[in-house]
């Protein structure tokens, strides 16, 4: 055979060689290791483990109650019953186990509650599921909460 037809069959060759040689290396010795499945197969045996052990970031509303009982009824009979702790509070993860309550967030702003609660202003989105104000209008001078309870925004029961 003419050297411009071996030329580039011996370079597919060395680049094939090398495929092999690299997946040797780098394909992970649990990898694969429950038969011949392609199908279920494909996947790193030890990477199911670790997602178990993968640390949840948040704890459920169940979990705070446990100590914060007062919030916890008052929320639950409150408009807000849906919302989770973490979700105005952060992750709860190293909370109270580190002994550091201030690993809890204690937002006082109003950016807390407009994220909610802010009229986006476009047709069909204002009084919609939630009650929304105009952030540049509704007792811009004051943090919301110094009106309304966070843990129980109840209008009815506004003082
Ligand atoms: C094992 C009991 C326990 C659990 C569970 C618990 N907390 Fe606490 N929490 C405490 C203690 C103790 C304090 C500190 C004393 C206090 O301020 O009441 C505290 C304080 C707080 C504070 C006030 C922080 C500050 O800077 O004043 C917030 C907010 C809070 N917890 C939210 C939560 C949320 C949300 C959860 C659920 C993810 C939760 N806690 C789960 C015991 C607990
Ligand atoms: C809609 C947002 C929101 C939700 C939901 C929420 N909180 Fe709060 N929480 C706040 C804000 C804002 C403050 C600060 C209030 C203040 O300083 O007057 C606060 C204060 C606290 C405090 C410290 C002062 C206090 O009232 O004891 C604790 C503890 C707390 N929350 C626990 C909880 C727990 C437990 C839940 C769930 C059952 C929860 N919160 C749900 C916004 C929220
Ligand atoms: C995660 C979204 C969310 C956040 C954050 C949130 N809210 Fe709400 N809020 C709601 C929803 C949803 C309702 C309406 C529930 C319903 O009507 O069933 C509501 C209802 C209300 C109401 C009307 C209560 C009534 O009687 O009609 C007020 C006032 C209110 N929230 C104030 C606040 C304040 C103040 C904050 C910040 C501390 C806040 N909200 C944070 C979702 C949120
Ligand atoms: C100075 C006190 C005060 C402050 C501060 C305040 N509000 Fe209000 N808010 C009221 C009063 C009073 C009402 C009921 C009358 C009304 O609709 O204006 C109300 C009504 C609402 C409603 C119900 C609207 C509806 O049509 O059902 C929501 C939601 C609300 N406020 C959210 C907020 C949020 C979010 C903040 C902070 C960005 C905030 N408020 C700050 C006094 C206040």
């Not at 060395?14 to 279920?40: K, Q």
């Not at 009982?69 to 919302?83: D, T, V, Y």
């Not at 952030?135 to 109840?154: G, L």
């Amino acid at each position: 055979m003419k050297s411009h037809v071996l030329r580039p069959l011996w370079v597919a060759i060395a680049f094939v060689a090398l495929v092999l040689l690299a997946r040797y290396f780098l394909v992970p010795d649990d990898f694969g290791v429950h038969g011949e499945s392609f199908t279920y197969n494909f996947y790193r045996a030890g990477n199911v483990q670790e997602w178990k052990d993968f640390p949840v970031k948040f704890r459920g509303t169940a979990v705070c109650v446990d100590c914060h009982s007062e919030n916890g009824e008052m929320l639950a009979a409150s408009p807000h019953a849906a919302i989770q702790c973490e979700n105005c509070h952060g992750p709860g993860r190293d909370h109270p186990e580190t002994g550091e309550p201030d690993v809890m967030i204690l937002d006082r702003g109003r950016a807390l509650c407009l994220r909610c609660h802010a009229d986006l202003g476009y047709a069909g989105t204002s009084r919609a599921a939630i009650p929304s104000i105009d952030p540049v209008r509704h007792n811009v001078d004051s943090a919301c909460i110094e009106c309304h309870a966070p843990h129980n925004p109840d209008l009815e029961e506004m003082e």
